[in-house]
């Protein structure tokens, strides 16, 4: 990807980002007098964008599902995936096994069980929720064809020790790189392949504000050297270059 081409990830790459990495979603089908049938289910992305999960063939989802395939899975906070239950081939089912006995190793018993079933949820739509409430749609292709971050899933143990690296060169980057130049403090919040995003204090409150990675991510290897190259530039802004001269006696 070129520089600056994008500094904010898609919607669809949210949704992708969040069938990848969340363990569990909750399973809605479709009950014998009509009403939705609840519950949550272990699951793994498909390689597609797809949840896939295996349940017992004596549950109500999967006696359901094979009567009625119109289903609903809500993953996460935010992501709704609206479709149909079908049923994994077998050589899918392989291809699928160590992912999903990383993610569920207490269910090792169950996926090669011939009394559980292997099932996919395929989209018909999908609604993403963004920070401030705003439903986007998506379309089960705007699914398959976006990438997850590579950055998510070792996001909970990347954020406090890159955090603590970073120190004051936050502040600065809130000033240099972020242009709030008002900013008394600044905090790492998130981390995602297009850059840092920072909670800073301003006299007029907190907001947060996003540094960008010169080039996208692709790698979760590559995160500590782009961070390093952001607190390198954010250093050498003439407003950093101020800061200096401010405090120097």
């Given at each position: 990807m070129d520089a600056m081409s994008a500094i904010e990830p898609r919607w669809a790459e949210l949704a992708r980002t969040a069938v990848s990495t969340t363990p569990f979603g909750v399973l809605a089908t479709?009950?014998?007098d009509g009403r939705p049938a609840v519950a949550t289910v272990p699951i793994v992305d498909d390689g597609a964008g797809a949840p896939v999960t295996v349940l017992s063939n004596l549950s109500t989802h999967t006696m359901r599902g094979?009567?009625?395939?119109?289903?609903?899975?809500s993953i996460g906070d935010r992501l709704l995936i609206q479709g149909d239950l079908a049923p994994v081939p077998g050589l899918q089912q392989v291809e699928l096994q160590?992912?999903?006995l990383r993610l569920h190793p207490a269910l090792a018993g169950n996926v090669e069980s011939l009394d559980y079933s292997w099932l996919r949820l395929d989209s018909v739509r999908a609604r993403w929720v963004d920070d401030d409430g705003t439903e986007r749609w998506l379309r089960p292709e705007d699914l398959a064809s976006a990438d997850a971050d590579p950055l998510a899933e070792g996001l909970i143990d990347l954020l406090?020790?890159?955090?603590?690296?970073l120190d004051d060169d936050l502040l600065l980057m809130a000033h240099g790189l972020a242009g709030r130049w008002l900013a008394t403090a600044a905090e790492l919040v998130h981390i995602d392949r297009y850059g840092l995003v920072l909670r800073m204090t301003e006299p007029a409150g907190e907001r947060n504000g996003r540094v960008p990675f010169p080039l996208?991510?692709?790698h979760a290897s590559e995160v500590h050297a782009a961070v390093a190259a952001l607190a390198a530039?954010?250093?050498?802004?003439?407003?950093?270059?101020?800061?200096?001269?401010?405090?120097?006696?």
């Amino acid at each position: 990807m070129d520089a600056m081409s994008a500094i904010e990830p898609r919607w669809a790459e949210l949704a992708r980002t969040a069938v990848s990495t969340t363990p569990f979603g909750v399973l809605a089908t479709v009950d014998v007098d009509g009403r939705p049938a609840v519950a949550t289910v272990p699951i793994v992305d498909d390689g597609a964008g797809a949840p896939v999960t295996v349940l017992s063939n004596l549950s109500t989802h999967t006696m359901r599902g094979r009567q009625d395939r119109r289903a609903g899975m809500s993953i996460g906070d935010r992501l709704l995936i609206q479709g149909d239950l079908a049923p994994v081939p077998g050589l899918q089912q392989v291809e699928l096994q160590s992912e999903f006995l990383r993610l569920h190793p207490a269910l090792a018993g169950n996926v090669e069980s011939l009394d559980y079933s292997w099932l996919r949820l395929d989209s018909v739509r999908a609604r993403w929720v963004d920070d401030d409430g705003t439903e986007r749609w998506l379309r089960p292709e705007d699914l398959a064809s976006a990438d997850a971050d590579p950055l998510a899933e070792g996001l909970i143990d990347l954020l406090p020790a890159i955090s603590e690296r970073l120190d004051d060169d936050l502040l600065l980057m809130a000033h240099g790189l972020a242009g709030r130049w008002l900013a008394t403090a600044a905090e790492l919040v998130h981390i995602d392949r297009y850059g840092l995003v920072l909670r800073m204090t301003e006299p007029a409150g907190e907001r947060n504000g996003r540094v960008p990675f010169p080039l996208r991510l692709d790698h979760a290897s590559e995160v500590h050297a782009a961070v390093a190259a952001l607190a390198a530039a954010a250093r050498s802004t003439p407003s950093a270059r101020r800061d200096h001269d401010a405090s120097t006696p």
